[in-house]
């Protein structure tokens, strides 16, 4: 467990610098990007690492959720000026796309693979509870079939994550995500 009593001048430069390099890596590669790494980067041994953030989610909780929150915040505000729900939705999952695909960090963040960074999570959850409210708006005015659900959505957006990392994913995968929304509307 991390302390939590005052730090030092020399352990607070530690954290900051630990800050530092988690962000900058965790961006490029990804939050599943070694710890040890981190640490390097820091100029400060895992010890460290692990006696000021105890876990890597703990880690991840620190630096991510800012970053991941403004990307997320952004993309909901363009999503929202659309003035019609077809376009809210289209714009909702291109812009889902668009983020996993340039950003390691995020999409590890919504795909959720560290449900134990509880603050990232959160914020994860205000992007999927958008979403949800985009299907079942279209639901309500009729134009999407009521056979998509917000479970589709989410495996549209989990099948971008996923497509969008593997470098062996089949050639056209978004053009795939683009025929099954495609399909959906009325």
């Excluded at 965790?26 to 690492?49: C, M, N, Q, Y």
């Excluded at 960074?117 to 309500?140: F, Y």
């Excluded at 959505?153 to 470098?167: D, F, H, N």
């Amino acid at each position: 467990m991390p302390d939590t009593k005052p730090l030092r001048r020399d352990a607070r430069d530690n954290a900051a610098r630990l800050r530092a390099a988690a962000l900058e890596i965790f961006l490029a590669k990804g939050l599943g990007a070694p710890l040890e790494e981190v640490a390097r980067a820091a100029g400060v041994s895992i010890g460290t690492l692990y006696n000021r953030f105890g876990t890597r989610e703990a880690l991840i909780d620190a630096v991510i959720p800012d970053v991941a929150g403004a990307r997320l915040k952004a993309l909901g505000a363009d999503v929202l000026a659309r003035p019609t729900v077809r376009e809210r939705l289209e714009a909702f999952v291109h812009g889902m796309i668009e983020l996993q695909s340039r950003d390691p960090a995020l999409n590890d963040a919504i795909l959720r693979r560290y449900p134990d960074a509880v603050a990232l999570l959160g914020i994860c959850e205000h992007s999927t509870a958008l979403g949800n409210d985009l299907v079942r708006e279209a639901h309500r005015e009729g134009v999407l079939s009521p056979d998509f659900t917000e479970d589709d959505l989410q495996a549209l957006v989990w099948l971008a994550g996923i497509a969008s990392r593997e470098p062996h994913a089949p050639k056209g995968w978004q053009q795939t995500i683009e025929r099954a929304l495609a399909a959906a509307w009325t």
